[in-house]
Each structure stands twice: as structure tokens, then as C-alpha cells.
């Protein structure tokens, strides 16, 4: 039922009774006896609040109102009923706009009011207030709607017990004492390991800058045995941030950490960085014949097989799978999966170690250099040599 219908039917409204020539005549005409009648004009869309006197409340709805009664009292101006609320006395006309949802109480029950316009009489039912749809938490004491996006969860406690509503939907928790707790991001993380000291196998201490990419994977047991949902004075965490998981996070790259630090205790530093290893690993590769230069790829040995560079241990693939199986079979009581661990620098933390393998760097590379001009310049002489002695085979045939 809509307009001044529904303010009859619904609203109880009365309907206007008079015309502004017959106000205006019995305010002039019986100005002396004006405190025994009222005139007032309601707008469209207005509701005007009256009391008779005897403890009931009235609505006037629009048009000219005559009212010959000493008792009746106009309570305030005129109130617009499309929008807010109007509470008088016993009767309350709420309007909810569109993605709100109203709230009221009646007799300590909670109401929840859909959009629209709402009316009722009920000294016992009190209207709070709208929240807006677009929050993700909405706290209506003692309900809580919850709104979870995907990509998250939410771990809520329903009376001390874990509950966790997944993403990609709302849910309205229905007493007290279920209570919203937080989100857990169940997105790709990235962190950057602090650089960290530990110590090769033969006793090099190594500087190791690290990252660590991980993901929640089983969100209730993330949220049971390392996710803090409450504090050691019994207050809850969720008033500060609601997606905080600093602890979850810490214990993540703790364990990377350690994980790492053994990886690195196992690897010989002289084996694998030296220069003197580099250039024994340049020495005992097998020379390709000439004559076969151009039907053996270059990466191919002489026996088919393909021959890569020896990979550097602390950057091995590998080796460094082996690191994250390790961490993950520790992360993975807590639900946490840890994707990969990347090794970004490792350098000896002695500076006096890093300028001596920098010089025997600079030394090898020069080796290398004279070697290789030697090397065509041999290479030069025989093939000068060779047409030589062919130009005075030729000759001699001649």
C-alpha cells in the first residue's frame, strides 16, 4: 500500500478534515477562543505528531487539519516519513534505506528490519538504528553479521569452541556468545628474511640474504595453534586490526630461518665458491676435438652427454628443495605451506675474506684471459703452418 493509503491504513493517519479558508476564518472570527481549537496544515509526504491529552498518540497525515479540542497538542513540526525514523510516543515509522538493514529490540529480542518502510505500535519495541550493508563486521549486540570475501576466512568462537566461516559468504551469529574473532588471509605471502649469520661446514661464517613464500593452507589449524585470538588478560584481539596474523608469520619465518641456517651448515664454502674449485672445474673438462667442433653442440661432451656448469650449492634448486621440505614438516602442524625459499645473496661476513677472493677473482680471470690469447694464437700458428706446407705440396705437383 503506498502514499496516503498505506498512512490510513497502516499508520493509523488521519485524514485532513478542513479547508484553508475555513482555518483562516475561525482564527479571525473566534481569536479569543483559539486556545480551545488548533489549525495546522500537514505537507505531502509528512507525518505531524499529536497527543490527545489522554495518553494516546496520533499521526495527522497530509492535507488541512481542524481539531476543536482544548487537549490535543501538536508535538514538534511536521516530519517527513520517506527516510530516518519518526518514534512518538508508542508508534514508530522507520524507513531502511536500500543495502541497509535496520535493528531494533523488543522486550530484550533483537529485530532485524529488511529495506523498506516499517511501521508499527508497540510500547515495548524500540528501534536502535541501520547499518550499512558494506562493512564485513556489522556488530548489532548481541547478533554480528559477518561478511567474508573470498580469498579469507574468519574464526569466530561460539562459546570457547572454534568455529570458521569460510570466504565467500555472510553469516549472522546469533547470540552473545559467538563472537567474531578475525580474518585469516588465505592469499600468497611473501616475506624477506633478515639477514642472517650462520656458519658453512668448514667454519666460514656467511651472510645470507633469504625470501620465504608461503600460504595458509588449513585455516583451522592456523587459527587453533598459532594464530592469537585473544589476550593474556582476557580481552579480545579484534579491536585492534582484524586481519593481524603477526604471530602465524613470525613462527612461519622462524622456522625458514632455522631450516636455512642447517642447509648452510652443511655446505663447504671452499668447494663451492673458491676460485681455485672454478678452475679446476674448467680444467677437468674433456676438449672437443677440431674436427668435431662443428657436429658436437657446445654443451655436449665427448661422450653425449650434456655437460652443465657445476650449479653453485647455495643456489641449487635442488638442494634448496630439500630446505623447504624440511621447514614444511614443521609449518605444516600449524597449516602453513611453505612454497619456496629463494637464496638472494650469500657472502662471507669477514671482509677480509671477501677482498682476498675478489683479488684471486681478478687473478683467475686474467689467467683465463692470457690462457685464451695464447691459446688462438696456437691455434693461428698451425692453421698458418698448414697452408704453408700445402702452398709447396701444390708447388712441388706444379
Not at 69 to 78: H, R
Not at 130 to 155: C, K, Q, R, W
Not at 272 to 295: G, K, M, N, Q, W
Not at 374 to 394: D, F, L, T, V, Y
Request: hydrophobic share 40%; proline share 4%; aromatic share 8%.
Amino acid at each position: 500500500i503506498e502514499g496516503i493509503d498505506y498512512l490510513k491504513n497502516q499508520l493509523g493517519a488521519v485524514e485532513g478534515n478542513s479547508g484553508p479558508f475555513f482555518n483562516s476564518a475561525m482564527n479571525i472570527a473566534c481569536c479569543p477562543l483559539k486556545c480551545l481549537f488548533s489549525t495546522f496544515t500537514t505537507p505531502e509526504a509528512h507525518v505531524q505528531p499529536v497527543t490527545d491529552g489522554r495518553g494516546n498518540f496520533l499521526f495527522y497525515g497530509p492535507g488541512v487539519h481542524f481539531i476543536c479540542d482544548p487537549f490535543y497538542k501538536q508535538i514538534g513540526n511536521s516530519k517527513g516519513y520517506q527516510s530516518g525514523s519518526i518514534v512518538h510516543g508508542d508508534k514508530t515509522v522507520v524507513v531502511v534505506e536500500q543495502g541497509k538493514i535496520g535493528f531494533a529490540m523488543d522486550m530484550g529480542q533483537p529485530i532485524l528490519l529488511p529495506p523498506g518502510l516499517h511501521f508499527w505500535k508497540s510500547p515495548t519495541r524500540r528501534y536502535i538504528e541501520s547499518f550499512d550493508l558494506n562493512n564485513n563486521v556489522i556488530n548489532m549486540p548481541p547478533l554480528t553479521l559477518v561478511t567474508v570475501d573470498e580469498g579469507y576466512s574468519a574464526v569466530s568462537e561460539d562459546n570457547g569452541r572454534q568455529v570458521i566461516l569460510d570466504g565467500g559468504d555472510t553469516y549472522l551469529l546469533t547470540h552473545r556468545n559467538w563472537k567474531f574473532q578475525k580474518f585469516i588471509s588465505q592469499k600468497i605471502q611473501s616475506n624477506d628474511l633478515k639477514r642472517i649469520l650462520a656458519t658453512s661446514a668448514d667454519n666460514v661464517l656467511m651472510s645470507v640474504d633469504a625470501t620465504v613464500i608461503w600460504k595458509i593452507e588449513n585455516v583451522a589449524i592456523a587459527a587453533k595453534n598459532s594464530a592469537e585470538t585473544i589476550h593474556s588478560d582476557g580481552s579480545e584481539t579484534r579491536k585492534g586490526n582484524l586481519g593481524d596474523i603477526k604471530k602465524l608469520s613470525n613462527d612461519v619465518l622462524k622456522q625458514a630461518e632455522a631450516s636455512l641456517a642447517a642447509f648452510i651448515g652443511c655446505v663447504n664454502y671452499s668447494d663451492t665458491f673458491t676460485v681455485a674449485a672454478a678452475i679446476h672445474r674448467e680444467s677437468s673438462t674433456v676438449d672437443v676435438p677440431s674436427a668435431l667442433a662443428e657436429e658436437v653442440p657446445a654443451n655436449m661432451d665427448t661422450n653425449g652427454s650434456n655437460h652443465l656448469p657445476q650449479a653453485n650449492a647455495l643456489f641449487d634448486q635442488s638442494r634448496i628443495s630439500d630446505v623447504r621440505n624440511h621447514a614444511n614438516t614443521v609449518t605444516k602442524t600449524y597449516g602453513v605451506n611453505i612454497i619456496s625459499i629463494n637464496v638472494v645473496a650469500a657472502v662471507p661476513a669477514d671482509n677480509k675474506l671477501q677482498s682476498s677472493l675478489a683479488q684471486g677473482a681478478v687473478a683467475a680471470a686474467e689467467a683465463q684471459k692470457f690462457e685464451v690469447v695464447a691459446r688462438g694464437q696456437a691455434e693461428a700458428e698451425k692453421i698458418r703452418a698448414a697452408g704453408e706446407s700445402q702452398a709447396k705440396i701444390i708447388r712441388a705437383e706444379g
